[in-house]
């Protein structure tokens, strides 16, 4: 049996790889670059850790707990600590802590008397027609009002998206939100209603999911992951061209700078969308793949800090705070990593990850190291109190960091099923399909693994019912 091409060794193909593995589906991983995780990357320096990436991973569904549990890691797993549950977000330059019970809510002074009445009327609101996309600034002006939207909403999608309200579509990149409005005509109620579903089906809401890392960071999951896949995992080998053959897939790649190719019965692309603009994709049917090269993807610098704690005035206990660009802040938001998980500075000690730049000031994250640094440390002066120089200090940017479902991006979608639905033994997986955040990578993985088992069996089965009509 020819083995399955798994392009990109991200955590969406190595989990993919990972579940064909299971099922005795032999696997061949291409990665471009010299190491597996993608976008995950944990470094330990000096007694900090900082994670350039993602820092959390919530655990909404027990597909992921259940992946922890099969790579044995279930030793090595942190969750965040339960101090650190406070979440701030900026007004009038200051960190103001967001209130999760009802009574908080309405005593906080991160919004407006005005604002929190208007919130009466919102179940009163009707729901907009089905049929039209609506961006998520146009659904929140409309059912909670120009504070909340800048307030709350702005700052939180710079936290998850480094994106825009403005562009978003909140059908495709807020699909529960979207769902809330359509099914119980509030958010409000629907929040209720909605909270009993997920007990019966087992799965957990992003905003009350578990948040978890390894004790040596994120990056335990994708290492682990590795060394179960063992010698498939082909690093330093970019794909350059897929062609579909006469029931088979043709995949060309480069391995120490010479074209080589193999023969593979079915490709699971999970590399960034717009790298299909790079990789020659030849099938039968053919598409028209401009749509899905130029998704955008902002850039994102991020910053990891660490400081001696006399030198920080705000205690920096809790998740972290993000800053609404109504603010006129240089970051977009700051993550207490060392409150969430305490390995992560030495004693008296802390680290502060930040993030510059994405569709707000994309230019930011290109700046040379020297302006970020600066800009950064005056953006923290201000918002935390941080005096004297940094201790530890670690940068790195992502040029297109994280895919934007802007309205519209149903056309995308519905591209993405079309090549799946006509060019047989092709799949799509990751976070350009199936949602951006890490365990949404992790299901899509899992899924498509899925997708791929059922595909290759009902493909055995054709071909011998052919040969035996043939004989
Ligand atoms: C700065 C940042 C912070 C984030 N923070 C969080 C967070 O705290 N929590 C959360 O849930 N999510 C977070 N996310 C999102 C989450 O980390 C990602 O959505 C997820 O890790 C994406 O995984 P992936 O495997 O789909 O893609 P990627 O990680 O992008 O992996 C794709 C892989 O394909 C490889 N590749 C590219 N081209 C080729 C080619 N031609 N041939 C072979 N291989 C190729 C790449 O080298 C890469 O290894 C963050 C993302 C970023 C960028």
Known sequence: MKSVAVIGAGITGLTAAFRLQQKNIPVTVYEASQRVGGVIQS????????????????????????????LGLEDRKRYTDERATERFIVRRGKPIVMSDSKLGFFKTPLFSIGAKLRLFAEPFIRRAPACCEESLEQFVLRRLGREFLDYAINPFVAGVYAGNPAKLSVKHAFPKLHALEQKYGSLIIGQF????????????????APKVSFDEGLQVLTEELRVKLGECVQLNSPVTEITQTSGDWTVKYLSNGQEQQREHEAVLFTSPIYKLGDVKLETAHKFDLSPLERIEYPPVASIVMGFRRADVEHACQGFGALIPEVEKFNILGVIFSSALFPNRAPKDHVTITCYAGGSRNPDLARADRSTLRRLVLEDLKRLLGVRGEPVFENYFVYPKAIPQYQVGYGKNK??????????????????????????????????????????????????KLNHIATA
């Open 43 to 70: 470094i330990r320096e000096d007694g900090f850790l900082a994670e350039c990436g993602p820092n959390t991973l919530l655990e909404t569904s027990p597909k992921i707990t259940e992946l922890i549990r099969d």
């Open 193 to 208: 209603l909605g909270a009993r579903e997920r007990k019966r089906s087992g799965e957990v809401s992003k905003q009350n």
């Open 414 to 463: 519905a591209l993405m099923d079309e090549i799946e639905a006509k060019a047989h033994g092709f799949f799509m997986a990751g976070h350009y399909r199936d949602g951006i955040a890490l365990g949404d990578s992790i299901l899509s993985g899992d899924h498509a693994a899925e997708k791929i088992s059922t595909h290759l069996f009902e493909h055995h089965i054709s071909q």
